[in-house]
């Protein structure tokens, strides 16, 4: 199997690592006719591919504990190159990473909760459950009409005490009335460009796609902050922000941010530190 090269195995480069995992992912997913590995030895492969992914969340982040060190990650490579004839317990608590997926409002928060030990059951962790969603689903500027507004919102940062940490993170934008009902067709942004110590960066414009005369009293712009769990196989609200009708002005605004699940409703509302962490925004409005 030359297209599995150990060597990266022990790569100090995340970027590398995740790109090895994707790889090993779609390789451990390949359907038997067209696969030179069993079903034993393609499990292998996607277990060694949620730790490279593990290895990859420790290098990009700036704590000091690293959750999975560069010691565990050399106990990979005999598996991967004698990955034909291995045949022993994997030396790691791991599951194989399935398809990402994305859950439906509601069923993230039930497996959120589920015992950590219960991995690798079928049922809610069939990789097929849910279709996958890339994110990056932005939507172009409406055509202007005489009189009325548009909004561009630029989703400048977001400030969070683990931003190193996040994998694959973006930000889901929708309007809401009071009731949680959309009003304008939900937007995901395309993954962060850019990760530092407390901060992930986006530099991303959303354009609202309703003017804002014609949004109803009441209404609020919603920013839920995803990001992908290896450990839990799904991609996870890790917090949301939002902005009501009064704060639509031109200029950079400061929103905070809350504990999930999102609250469409802003009835219970719970802020998620007590630190200065905000959602950096800069609002332009377009008017004929």
Do not use: W
């Amino acid at each position: 199997a030359p297209l599995l090269h150990p060597s990266c195995c022990g790569s100090a480069d995340g970027g590398a690592g995740l790109r090895l995992a994707r790889h090993l992912q779609k390789e451990a997913q390949a359907q038997h006719n067209n696969s030179e590995f069993t079903e034993e030895q393609k499990k292998t492969i996607g277990k060694i591919a949620t730790c490279l992914e593990l290895r990859s969340a420790a290098l990009q982040s700036t704590q000091s504990q690293e959750e999975f060190k560069l010691e565990d990650l050399k106990k990979l490579e005999p598996i991967l190159k004698n990955i034909l004839t291995y045949n022993k317990e994997f030396p790691f608590d791991v599951q194989p990473v399935p398809l990402r997926r994305i859950l439906a409002p509601g069923e993230e928060e039930n497996l959120e909760f589920e015992d950590e030990e219960e991995e690798g059951g079928a049922g809610a962790g069939s990789p097929d459950s849910f279709p996958a969603r890339v994110p990056g689903t932005l939507l172009p500027r409406l055509p202007s009409e005489p009189g009325m507004t548009l909004l561009t919102i630029r989703i400048e940062k977001i400030g969070l005490k683990d931003a190193g940490q996040c994998i694959d993170p973006y930000i889901t934008v929708s309007v809401k009335d009071l009731n949680g009902i959309d009003l304008t067709p939900v937007q995901d942004t395309p993954v962060a460009s850019r990760k530092e110590d407390t901060y992930v960066h986006f530099n991303v414009d959303i354009e609202l796609q309703k003017h804002v005369e014609k949004l109803t009293k009441g209404a609020a712009i919603f920013f839920e902050f995803k990001h992908y769990k290896p450990k839990k196989r799904f991609t996870s609200t890790k917090c949301f922000a939002f902005m009501e009708m009064d704060e639509i002005k031109a200029g950079p605004i400061v929103i905070e941010l809350y504990k999930k699940p999102t609250d469409f409703k802003r009835k219970k509302l719970q802020l998620l530190t007590k630190k200065p962490l905000y959602l950096h925004l800069h609002q332009t409005l377009h008017k004929e």
